[in-house]
């Protein structure tokens, strides 16, 4: 008696559903979840509030600057990978740290309110944004440190998911109940709504491999960077990291400008594309992750590069066509779908390139350089509008998304090929 053999196919199809069901990734879409619940509360939402409670807007300027943790998380990230809590692990321990640290701060900031004295609030808001940005750190280094080289793609995916979600929650849905229940009573159950980190946090498995522990803080400062720039390739891959996005970078800086001030979109027809927006990129974070489990990451970071510089000419597209509902909506979802995809291949790479010594450091400093353009980008893109238009602004963007693709091309066979990103 023979057994047929069972077809490819099937046996991908398999592989992908292990892949996705299992308990590392189970806990990816809820602790994307909790990574993303507190950003707004410290960003829009806050504005929001302080501006109906009548605070003046120079005090609302000042408050912007609450999000300077964000930028800065590297700093304190060593910290984080040398120093152990007597709880739950290197990892699991410092998250459940930070996120019962911000469901206190957060509901000390609903105690709190604007009131009379706003810095009150304002110096809680620094808390709840250092500890999210501390809590950010641990959590990519988890998830890099927990899922195996074949699940990075994916678990990014379905974390970028997660994360979007809690923006949504945080942001657009805490405007509309901050209406009928309060700002307060809001701010308490942004609170409340942090149990789900912890309980999912609690149910988190520890990594099959424990790394080793730097043995000193001047080791965990300066460990990760000479481990990085021992290898071969680092200037090369630094580049990379700081090129791969900037072209999208480039051609968002000024996308809400362009749509009401550029085409005459109203921004009620901007809201409306950016809930399309929203659904687009989380369709692209999870797509672009389960097709990276078969394409690998090299070629997944080159296709979704790709996609992700024509997007950009979409846009230029709806210059030229003017004030089209349909070209809007089709330009809006290419690049939202994109976009997501290159997102899940992007984490993916800088999760291939972390040592499990020194992630917390490694991730938040690659990070933190591909975010670079998106902070300095703003002015010369305004500059360069005012000076070609915006037809060939959006040309130009395109083109600044060539190098990083370029690179990634040159390396196929090189050293980018030897990063541990299958199994």
């Known amino acids: 008696m023979t057994t047929s053999p069972i077809p490819q196919g099937h046996l991908r199809s398999r592989s992908f559903l292990q892949t996705f069901a299992n308990r590392r990734m189970a806990v990816m879409l809820p602790l994307g979840f909790a990574s993303g619940l507190p950003l707004p509360l410290t960003a829009g939402t806050l504005q929001a509030w302080l501006t109906v409670a009548g605070v003046d807007l120079r005090t609302i300027g000042i408050f912007t600057l609450v999000g300077l943790p ?20 290197r990892r699991r321990g410092w998250m459940i740290a930070t996120q019962l640290g911000l469901i206190a701060a957060v509901a000390a900031m609903a105690l709190a309110g604007p009131g009379d004295t706003p810095w009150i609030l304002g110096v809680l808001a620094v808390i709840v944004a250092f500890l999210s940005a501390s809590q950010d750190i641990v959590f990519d280094a988890y998830r890099t440190d927990v899922v195996r080289p074949a699940e990075r793609g994916l678990s990014a995916g379905v974390w970028v998911n997660g994360y979007r979600i809690a923006l949504l929650v945080s942001g657009a849905a805490a405007l509309v109940l901050a209406e009928s229940i309060g700002w307060q009573s809001t701010y308490f159950l942004m609170a409340g709504l942090m149990f789900v980190g912890v309980a999912t946090i609690l149910l988190s498995p520890e990594p099959s491999v424990p790394a080793a522990v730097p043995q000193s803080l001047s080791e965990a400062a300066w460990g990760p960077i000479r481990e990085f720039f021992s290898r071969s390739s680092a200037a090369v891959l630094l580049l990379i990291v700081i090129l791969y996005k900037i072209g999208d970078a480039f051609a968002g800086t000024l996308m809400t400008a362009f749509l009401i001030g550029g085409v005459g979109f109203s921004p009620a027809d901007v809201g409306v594309t ?31 590069g790709v996609l992700q510089a024509v997007s950009n000419l979409s846009f230029m597209g709806l210059a030229w066509a003017g004030k089209s509902y349909l070209v809007l909506l089709l330009a809006v979802a290419f690049e939202n779908l994109s976009g997501g995809m290159g997102t899940a291949a992007f984490v993916a790479l800088v ?34 509008v005012q000076a070609v238009g915006w037809a060939w602004f959006f040309f130009i963007t395109f083109l600044a998304a060539l190098p990083g693709l370029w690179l990634l091309w040159w390396r196929l066979r090189g050293d980018l090929n030897n990063l541990p990103t299958q199994e």
């Open 274 to 304: 950016k809930g399309l927006g929203l659904g687009a990129t989380l369709l692209g974070a999870l797509a672009g992750g389960a097709a990276m489990t078969r394409l690998g990451l090299i070629r997944s970071l080159l296709l979704f």
């Open 351 to 384: 999760m291939s390139l972390c040592d499990h010594r020194y992630t917390a450091t490694q991730f938040a400093l690659l990070s933190s350089l591909e975010a670079l353009g998106r902070v300095f980008l703003g002015r010369p893109a305004a500059d360069l």
């Open 70 to 89: 964000y930028t800065l998380k590297f700093l304190w990230a060593p910290v984080m990978d040398r120093f152990v809590p007597p709880w739950l692990g």
